[in-house]
């Protein structure tokens, strides 16, 4: 293997993690953004959607099922923890609250998916139709993962169009920069928030489904992407969408290339990179300070 | 009941709780204690700072490795070793400190979050001192200076962590009832007026963060003698976590209700995964139900009741 | 509560506690043998530590049938170490303080297993491991007090580099986790491997739970070996083989796994046949007690017993074979007489050896395939290599022949 073709496969590879990151950190920012609440849940969720995912697609047989089904069930399940436990926090002064009560349903939902689905881990497989390999430089790289940067990069200018091209994209931003003056405007901004947080989380389900086929559905699987998520939000800026895009394609490269030439230092590298980003600009690199 | 009545009856109480339970739970009630120091120190920063840290763990970790390896290459008395540990912790954590409060907010808890994942990350690739995901074993309690040596058994170093927590309490009491504390309370209200006063509020700031690393750093040495064993899972951020929720169970800012919340803490993770494996579900379940009806903490609901009485 | 009320409450719990200890001494001379399981019951092994719980439970039914251990029933307290070694030492020590119960199995993590060997002497306890695999645990950090029934990662290593000895495959490389029992494997491989002359082309360690194996796949690709040690177990051997298959690796590779995990196999389907490894406990062993052992468990659980469901019936064997010897539950009776102890269980038969206090166990290469009489594909037996040549010198992890 010459090194064009050794690099490229590397670079590929690098993308077809962030793809599979964006779906969790576009979620996590976009809810952060609109309702200022670090979201310790959002792993979590992300489990939940891979194992929903696959009882989906061992009970129909098709992986398009377990795309459609797991983000729309999740999207359901966030937005009515929404409704019922962070509704009634808003007014209050400290932000202890939706901290504590975001990182006691990350365990609440653990559990809960370890007493539904059991220990043993289950499978996704690889849909037929992406099961195979392209060459590339006369490489072998696999068709699943040139399907997740594809994915990943409709799924970005898709939403990316719609926060800024539509109506509902608009009030979205809105709510997210002032709320009260939207509120006053005759917008019912709680709706806003229970459908953003409810769409967070249909991506990171979404995330999950994707993952699934690649590393399988396991507990624990959530705890491990958790941190992920918040340096990629973090690195990014949090709250900015387009933040959470650069800070996925990053941070994905610096964990395939890290894991490669450092493999000493593989697993401090992104905290590097998040150190060094929030030394030089605090609020992220396209986040505003708070 | 005025305040030094209660310290003493509690002081008194804890004086004897050796002689009352069986050595099996006294090994429960000191790893209380050092949870309960571990989340005063937090409280320092939360409380009175209004910072939150979620990588607090770095404090309790640096303290924890610090004093396994002075303990374990230096052969220095275990007083010495937690001393000397306690001083490294402080000297890292000024540039940590100084770096992490440019920043308020989310982004503070960000940074603190990594350097607490960055120290997690060092100890695997320092491994040949650190022992990587082994850690450190067999840590010693030598005796000494003078040849004093009654921390060396359960009851004895129990009195040690019961002298360190109580001393550290009195120490932090002290400090933010003065007038550190007060500019504290200024910046903590509204710190854009206290910075017009002239007040160098970042300095004051990082001077709480450094506070809050020494005394966790002491909660960590103190465990690591104890357990004579330091592991990479105290750096890890579910620690921060765990730490982070018995300050606002227990009711921030008030020194008493994170011990009190620590104390919560680990009773009821220990009583529950004895008669359950479902425990983490019930633990979940209690903290959700806390923030939702309970913002005060356990204080807060002590204090009300005591109110009503 | 009042003084005065709490004072009686002292004195009615003394006299309570006096009375219901009067029967438990009465009873004492039929007392149960206490087995001190410390295991990983939530957390990232919970899996693995659900397979130690329903053997014991399964060996206490048989053991209970036949009349127990010198008459005495088998009792097994499980404790949660989360995974954790801290949590394991505390929750052990509490096994011991409180439930009195001084003969230990079941742990689960190396580093749990090394944290527990230095305080083992003041517990007065005897520690049997079932699954622990790090060579250190019987050479460097060797204790009077610690056995290990069980294949050792050295030894699987040991086993499978024996096999590639004549193997086609010329050119290997080695990924690991980076977690204590993956760099002693990878050590042990590579010592191996050099000697019956193949080469090494270079290790790879990765970050415990990493998720995305691309770059190494990638790496393996590139460097173009022909065959790949793999020491890695759980959601991390999973999620390798799962984005192996992805690349089409094994078409290219051949991979030979450390452990050989039903679970695994069981997810991963027909995307395992064909992988090959050192098995720590070989299904389709035909031996009467492994049979009995299989029929067992499957009647009882329906499902395929695993590594860990195998090791630890073995070391629960051997302890009990050494329980009857020694005539006694006590500690150091049993150390005494669990050296040299010879045991025949589901792995054909094992020696305690003395001087470091390694079973000997023979080598076992399997290969992953649809075999009669199992639904799933399953390892089956390729090769299987004597004591002797599987069981590395006294208190180290290397072979001298």
Request: aromatic share 10%.
């Given at each position: 293997m010459n090194f064009a073709s050794f690099i490229l496969a590397q670079c590929l590879g690098a993308l077809s993690q962030a793809a599979v990151l964006f779906f969790i950190a576009c979620g996590l920012t976009l809810i952060f953004g609109i309702m200022r609440i670090v979201n310790f849940a959002h792993g979590a969720i992300f489990m939940l959607g891979a194992y929903v995912g696959c009882t989906a697609a061992a009970l129909s047989g098709s992986f398009v099922a377990a795309l459609i089904v797991a983000p729309l069930a999740v999207g359901a399940i966030g937005m009515a923890f929404e409704r019922v436990f962070l509704r009634p926090l808003y007014g209050r002064r400290d932000s202890g609250a939706h901290l504590l009560l975001t990182f006691g349903l990350a365990v609440v939902l653990s559990e809960l998916v370890r007493i539904v689905w059991g220990a043993q881990p289950k499978s996704l497989a690889t849909p037929e139709a992406l099961l195979g390999i392209v060459m590339i430089l006369e490489q072998p790289f696999p068709i699943y993962r040139l399907f997740l940067i594809g994915l990943g990069l409709a799924a970005g200018i898709a939403l990316w169009q719609f926060l800024e091209r539509t109506r509902a994209g608009l009030l979205i931003r809105a709510v997210s920069q002032n709320s009260e003056m939207v509120h006053a405007l005759g917008t019912d901004v709680d709706l806003v928030r229970t459908a953003v947080f409810g769409f967070g989380c249909a991506m990171a389900a979404l995330g999950g489904v994707l993952a699934a086929p690649l590393v399988t559905a396991f507990l624990g699987m959530g705890a491990n992407v958790v941190i992920d998520a918040f340096v990629i939000v973090i690195i990014g800026g949090m709250g900015s969408f387009l933040g959470s895009i650069i800070g996925s394609v990053l941070v994905g490269f610096v964990q395939v290339f890290g894991a490669y030439y450092f493999q000493d230092l593989a697993l401090a590298l992104m905290y590097l990179l998040m150190l060094i980003v929030l030394v030089a600009r605090p609020g992220g690199l396209l986040g505003k300070e708070e | 009941m005025s305040w030094r009545l209660a310290?003493?009856?509690?002081?008194?109480?804890?004086?004897?709780?050796?002689?009352?339970?069986?050595?099996?739970?006294?090994?429960?009630?000191?790893?209380?204690?050092?949870?309960?120091?571990?989340?005063?120190?937090?409280?320092?920063?939360?409380?009175?700072?209004?910072?939150?840290?979620?990588?607090?763990?770095?404090?309790?970790?640096?303290?924890?490795?610090?004093?396994?390896?002075?303990?374990?290459?230096?052969?220095?008395p275990l007083?010495?070793?937690?001393?000397?540990?306690?001083?490294?912790?402080?000297?890292?954590?000024?540039?940590?400190?100084?770096?992490?409060?440019?920043?308020?907010?989310?982004?503070?808890?960000?940074?603190?979050?990594?350097?607490?994942?960055?120290?997690?990350?060092?100890?695997?690739?320092?491994?040949?001192?650190?022992?990587?995901?082994?850690g450190v074993v067999g840590i010693p309690r030598p005796p000494g200076p003078f040849g004093i040596d009654w921390f060396q058994g359960k009851t004895g170093y129990y009195y040690l962590v019961l002298a360190c927590l109580l001393g550290s309490y009195l120490a932090c009491r002290a400090i933010m009832r003065s007038n550190f504390g007060a500019v504290l309370a200024g910046i903590r209200e509204n710190e854009a007026k206290t910075l017009s006063l002239g007040y160098n509020t970042r300095a004051y700031k990082t001077a709480t963060v450094v506070l809050s690393y020494g005394v966790g750093g002491l909660a960590g040495a103190l465990y690591a003698g104890f357990a004579g064993y330091a592991s990479p899972e105290l750096f890890f951020w579910l620690t921060s976590g765990h730490v982070l929720i018995m300050v606002v169970v227990g009711g921030a800012g008030t020194l008493v209700g994170p011990m009190l919340g620590a104390l919560f803490f680990v009773f009821l993770e220990h009583q529950l995964s004895q008669v359950t494996d479902l425990w983490p579900l019930i633990f979940g379940s209690i903290f959700i139900a806390f923030v939702m009806f309970f913002p005060g903490g356990i204080l807060g609901l002590l204090r009300r009741r005591h109110a009503a009485a | 509560?009042?003084?005065?009320?709490?004072?009686?409450?002292?004195?009615?719990?003394?006299?309570?506690?006096?009375?219901?200890?009067?029967?438990?001494?009465?009873?004492?001379?039929?007392?149960?043998?206490?087995?001190?399981?410390?295991?990983?019951?939530?957390?990232?092994?919970?899996?693995?530590?659900?397979?130690?719980?329903?053997?014991?439970?399964?060996?206490?039914?048989?053991?209970?049938?036949?009349?127990?251990?010198?008459?005495?029933?088998?009792?097994?307290?499980?404790?949660?170490?989360?995974?954790?070694?801290?949590?394991?030492?505390?929750?052990?020590?509490?096994?011991?303080?409180?439930?009195?119960?001084?003969?230990?199995?079941?742990?689960?993590?190396?580093?749990?297993?090394?944290?527990?060997?230095?305080?083992?002497?003041?517990?007065?306890?005897?520690?049997?491991?079932?699954?622990?695999?790090?060579?250190?645990?019987?050479?460097?950090?060797?204790?009077?007090?610690?056995?290990?029934?069980?294949?050792?990662?050295?030894?699987?290593?040991?086993?499978?580099?024996?096999?590639?000895?004549?193997?086609?495959?010329?050119?290997?490389?080695?990924?690991?986790?980076?977690?204590?029992?993956?760099?002693?494997?990878?050590?042990?491989?590579?010592?191996?491997?050099?000697?019956?002359?193949?080469?090494?082309?270079?290790?790879?360690?990765?970050?415990?739970?990493?998720?995305?194996?691309?770059?190494?796949?990638?790496?393996?690709?590139?460097?173009?070996?022909?065959?790949?040690?793999?020491?890695?177990?759980?959601?991390?051997?999973?999620?390798?083989?799962?984005?192996?298959?992805?690349?089409?690796?094994?078409?290219?590779?051949?991979?030979?796994?450390?452990?050989?995990?039903?679970?695994?196999?069981?997810?991963?389907?027909?995307?395992?046949?064909?992988?090959?490894?050192?098995?720590?406990?070989?299904?389709?062993?035909?031996?009467?007690?492994?049979?009995?052992?299989?029929?067992?468990?499957?009647?009882?659980?329906?499902e395929i017993?695993?590594?860990?469901?195998?090791?630890?019936?073995?070391?629960?064997?051997?302890?009990?074979?050494?329980?009857?010897?020694?005539?006694?539950?006590?500690?150091?009776?049993?150390?005494?007489?669990?050296?040299?102890?010879?045991?025949?269980?589901?792995?054909?038969?094992?020696?305690?050896?003395?001087?470091?206090?390694?079973?000997?166990?023979?080598?076992?290469?399997?290969?992953?395939?649809?075999?009669?009489?199992?639904?799933?594909?399953?390892?089956?037996?390729?090769?299987?290599?004597?004591?002797?040549?599987?069981?590395?010198?006294?208190?180290?992890?290397?072979?001298?022949?």
């Open positions: - | 310290l003493a009856l509690v002081a008194g109480v804890a004086l004897l709780v050796p002689f009352v339970v069986p050595q099996y739970s006294l090994t429960v009630i000191v790893s209380a204690l050092i949870f309960s120091l571990f989340a005063m120190s937090l409280d320092l920063m939360v409380g009175y700072c209004r910072l939150y840290s979620f990588g607090h763990a770095a404090a309790y970790g640096l303290g924890a490795y610090c004093a396994a390896l002075i303990l374990t290459h230096l052969q220095v007083v010495i070793g937690i001393a000397l540990a306690v001083l490294v912790t402080v000297a890292i954590a000024v540039p940590i400190a100084w770096i992490c409060t440019r920043s308020t907010g989310v982004s503070f808890a960000m940074l603190t979050l990594a350097f607490a994942q960055l120290g997690y990350a060092m100890l695997f690739r320092f491994r040949e001192l650190t022992g990587g995901s082994d | 509560m009042t003084k005065l009320a709490r004072r009686k409450f002292l004195k009615g719990a003394a006299a309570a506690s006096a009375l219901a200890a009067a029967p438990a001494y009465l009873k004492a001379q039929a007392s149960a043998i206490k087995i001190g399981i410390p295991t990983v019951i939530t957390g990232g092994y919970a899996l693995l530590g659900s397979q130690v719980m329903r053997t014991c439970r399964l060996v206490k039914k048989m053991t209970d049938a036949r009349g127990g251990v010198l008459g005495r029933p088998v009792e097994f307290l499980f404790q949660d170490t989360q995974g954790d070694p801290a949590i394991c030492v505390r929750r052990t020590q509490e096994l011991v303080e409180r439930d009195n119960c001084r003969i230990l199995s079941g742990v689960i993590v190396s580093s749990e297993a090394a944290a527990m060997l230095p305080k083992l002497e003041s517990w007065n306890a005897v520690f049997l491991s079932h699954g622990n695999g790090d060579g250190r645990l019987t050479a460097e950090l060797f204790v009077p007090r610690f056995f290990r029934a069980n294949t050792s990662a050295p030894m699987g290593a040991r086993a499978l580099a024996l096999y590639l000895r004549d193997a086609p495959q010329k050119k290997f490389m080695a990924i690991a986790s980076d977690a204590a029992w993956g760099r002693s494997s990878n050590t042990a491989f590579e010592a191996q491997i050099k000697r019956v002359g193949k080469d090494l082309v270079d290790k790879i360690y990765a970050p415990v739970a990493n998720k995305d194996y691309s770059p190494y796949i990638t790496k393996i690709l590139q460097s173009g070996v022909e065959g790949c040690y793999v020491a890695l177990q759980g959601d991390e051997a999973r999620a390798f083989y799962s984005q192996a298959t992805q690349y089409k690796l094994s078409q290219r590779v051949q991979f030979f796994t450390e452990i050989v995990a039903q679970a695994d196999i069981k997810v991963l389907g027909k995307d395992a046949i064909g992988l090959m490894g050192s098995s720590r406990y070989p299904l389709t062993y035909d031996i009467a007690q492994n049979r009995a052992f299989v029929d067992a468990f499957m009647a009882e659980y329906k017993p695993d590594w860990s469901d195998g090791e630890m019936y073995q070391a629960l064997m051997i302890l009990f074979a050494a329980i009857e010897k020694a005539r006694s539950d006590e500690p150091m009776r049993i150390v005494a007489a669990m050296e040299d102890l010879e045991v025949t269980s589901v792995k054909g038969p094992i020696r305690m050896r003395k001087c470091d206090h390694q079973g000997e166990n023979q080598g076992f290469v399997v290969r992953v395939g649809q075999h009669k009489g199992f639904a799933e594909p399953v390892g089956e037996i390729v090769k299987i290599y004597p004591r002797e040549m599987t069981t590395p010198d006294c208190r180290s992890s290397s072979y001298s022949t």
